[in-house]
């Protein structure tokens, strides 16, 4: 199993569909005894929380977050955790959306702190 997500951050390696999470949106990840959840913001989301769980590399999760124009959304993401050469973290996701039709694929990648 690879490291503990506990105190990373993450950002999307491209941008989605404009509303939704980009490259300017920063994920602040928490992980205990199983139990995932973060705090995200920027772009166009004002403010987001997910929360799941961890099983080995697998992350399973709900997304709920308000977006600048006043809309909120939510959704799942399967998530898998893959260590990059460098020994940063990537997160390979698979989200669909709950409250209105969509799905897609996404990556998110661990900033470092001379990157944030």
């Known amino acids: 199993m690879a ?3 506990d105190g990373l951050l993450f950002a999307p390696v491209s941008d989605q569909a404009p509303g939704q999470v980009g490259t300017r949106t920063r994920f602040a990840y ?3 005894d199983g ?4 705090e ?3 772009g166009d989301v004002v403010r987001g929380h997910l929360v799941g769980t961890r099983e080995g590399d697998r992350l ?3 997304y709920v977050q308000l977006r600048t124009d006043g809309t909120t959304a939510s959704g799942h993401c399967v998530s898998t955790v893959e260590e ?3 020994g ?3 997160l390979a996701e698979t989200w ?3 409250s209105a039709p969509g799905s897609g694929t996404s990556v998110v990648e661990q900033v470092t702190e001379h990157a944030r």
Do not use: K, N
């Open 3 to 5: 490291r503990s997500l």
């Open 35 to 38: 139990a995932v959840w973060a």
């Open 84 to 86: 990059l050469a460098d």
């Open 96 to 98: 669909e959306w709950e």
């Open 30 to 32: 928490h992980e205990q």
């Open 40 to 42: 995200y913001a920027g």
């Open 88 to 90: 940063r973290l990537r």
């Open 60 to 62: 399973d999760f709900r």
